[in-house]
């Protein structure tokens, strides 16, 4: 795009436009800019040298309770873009049974900024690489077979405007990071230990959190010291027993079977044709004990150096920190200014008092859909991980993902994991291969017995989580402690 | 047809670059997609996109850097900085340890035998009324959802080894409907796929979703408990099953690092039972057809598994430059697999006749991989899914997951249809990339264990 100053006057009258011909709501999402740059170190090879650069605008009019959406990054083409996002509203709101409404709201003015000290784009290439290498480096030795260094960064400036008088500036800044390590086991099976860049909570987004040893580099050593015991060890046997789950694994546990079953858009029906339904219904909002008591969700914007904050949502709705579930209790869900509004039209009262700010599209050429934000298990009172392990009778720890198949209505589930290590009589043991653990959501929810305090809360990135049709891949943040469940199916049948 | 413009500015710039001596790989990737989805028996989303991405990759030695720009390209202004870009980080890339193979378009390649115009250019109304009259048809009672995704693809690439072109357009859709029993919660789907707009028959979804109706009204479903059960499996799920196969034992990387399940077999071998035989074959027409890979280099048909036997793998370019193999042309980017059909009956009720209490699922949800290795996988039923009783069906069954290996599912299979079926695996997240398998309309293996299933619809 060429001046973004035109660009965006060019945008406001085109919404004006639009919107005297009889549109109901209009907006209109400029990316100024949208990079994303992927670096990938295999066995010590550079494979991915990547960045990726768009800019453009996404149209969406709303039109007799139907939602029409086009998009250029043709500056010239601004015009029939609009006319274009119209008419695909116009003939979609010739089949509307249930029509969307976005409902009246004050305009908003605002802006947002990831919290950054060091811009990772302005880090040269040179400097980057030379730290992926150390961090290779660290990860050699004779028994390891496969080593990869993975990082990626994302950076959008992106300007809203809606048909209210609405204006929203974000300049949102993101980092992923992962190393692995792979080894070939006693039966010839691979084996692998991986670390994902995370944060605490606090500070800033930029370059430092790869090069904090805590958050992302200082790990290489401790994933090769479990590889190396993992290989050896025997196989977890099928039982019933307790799952404590580290936040490397416990963040996927939570987006599957809490994050996806929340999201209002799925529970309304909008999900069907492909990500799937909800086992959760209106009538479960105030009534539904989801978990025990120990289990208390929040969706929480606030988390300062997240890829789940964003300042603001795609229908400029502030985002909201708020809770999802109350020591068990489901109380609230995923929300959109549109899936609100239908959702309290279809059970006849409020069910939701206004959207939680979880509009989010992932470019500039796809329409918003009901994201998750930071969905986070509130840190409890069960003490440390250790403390944890001390008052489990027969149990295993695991950590991180290998493997995840969850039913279409979120209702039962099935993970493996990279690792185990046993407890027995309130002591660990000793490590167990290829763990598995499957089971029913609200059954394994209300097993949960103990949840880990403020020392052992994590906030754990997801950069790929795939929703939508036409398919959206989102950034999304999940502060999670340690947690334990009681009388869970773990290993396989033979 | 490609933009003369664009076509006339890539080729000056790869001619540019060419004689400055870079190496360069110039891949233009055009997509008009139009998309609309249903939720709620109403049009929730209705959108069309038009996008231009330009890949370029630059390879300076052992060193290789890229660049993807999706954007206008209003002059060679544009193409010359994506192209300094990509020069730039080549430059200061840290080298490989093996030498990269150069990409080279083979020999010329325009190829459009899969464009439809009407395709490309469809009236959203159509798709509109189309699903107006499937909602008459069957019943304003039940909640409709689905989606019809249709677009047009040009895909034109260039490289600096030599002035061919490669050039591919393509038109390719993906219909499909969900009917949800409001208060009993089933599902019903049905989709539809191909590359004309004449492929897509409105009845084809009433006829198909009205068979299976009366099961789904007249019975409460049932609760199917862990255990080894014959299972006949419906195209989806076989192709779920034998893609998610291909790509983890038959690509020649997951091989070489002995990752896949493959990895203690090679050529030669028997890996699966002697029913099964899967090429990659770009001149299936129940297929996708794409007639080159993104390295340039032309594709013919490229048999995989013989009646059981490990053929050949799958080795792409940086994979065979890895371990000095030579690239097969074919990968697991966009694949064109066809699993060779049988002797069954049309219709697998006939074929289970005889067979007591079977499973009929035909299609898995969300499947993943336990063990790569092993070969396990994991993934539930969801739709249509029923207990067959000496081929009646008998009831519809709840969610229910099934994890086994590659190996036993595809080692026990004691029928196998003699009618072909095409299926859409292609999705949307990236730019537009149409991807079918062929594969047998259904196929009945026994054995196979299930391990867990909901209690309700
Ligand atoms: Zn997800």
Known sequence: MTDAAEVKNDISQNISRISSGGAGYVDARYYMEDSSETLVLYDGDLEANDTTVQSGVGVRVLWDGAWGFAATSDPSGLRSCFDKAAQNARTASELVKAPLFMGKRDPVRGSYSTPVEVDPFTVSLQDKLTFMTRLDNELKDEFILKRIVYANFMKKSIHFQNSEGSEIQKDLSHVFGMMMAMALDCDGEMQRRSMNLYSTGDGTAGWEMMTNPELFSGHAGRIKSELVELIKAPQLEHGRRSVILLPGQGHLQVHETIGHPLELDRILGYELSYAGGSFVDLDSFGKLQYGSEKLSVSSYGGIENSPGSFGFDDDGTLELDYLLIDRGLLVNALTSRAM???????????????????????????????????????????????????????????????????????????????????IKDGKRTRILRNPTYQGHTLEFYRSLSAVGDRSTWKVEQVNNCGKGEPNQVMQIGHGVPVVKFDDVITGERK | MLDANIRSILMQVRDEAADQGIHATLLLHHEKSHLMRIGNSSVSLNTSEDLLRLDMVVTDGRRQGSQTFLGAIADADVVRSVLAAAKEKARVASPKTYDPIPDEVDVPVSEDSQFDTDLAELDPEVKESAYREIFGKLGEEYNYSGSWSSGATEVYLLTTANRNEAYHRGTDQLFSLVLKHPASKWELTHQQTGWRAADFAAEKTTDEIGRLLPTFENSGGCKVDPGEYTVILGAGAISEIVGMAAWTGLNGRGWEEKQSWTARMKPGDMILGENISLVDDPGNPHTFMFGFDMCGRKRGIFPLIGDGELLNLMYDSGTAARYGRKPTGHDTGSPSLVMDTGFGPSDPLDAARDMGRVLYIPALHYMNLPSRSKGIFTGSSRFNAVLVEDGRIVSPIFSTRITDSFQNVLGNVSVISSIPESVNGSNTYGRRTPVAMSVPSYMIASGIKITDSADSF
């Open chain 1, 340 to 422: 609100v509004n239908e959702a309290n039209e279809k059970a006849g009262r409020e069910v939701f008092r206004q959207s939680g700010g979880a509009a989010r599209a992932t470019s500039f050429y796809k329409a918003p859909i009901d994201r998750m934000t930071n969905v986070n298990i509130l840190p409890g009172t069960d003490g440390t991980l250790e403390d944890i392990i001390a008052s489990t009778e027969d149990g295993i720890v695991v950590d991180n993902p290998v493997s995840w198949s969850i039913g279409s209505n979120r209702e039962h589930f099935h993970f493996g994991c990279e690792i185990a290590w046993e």
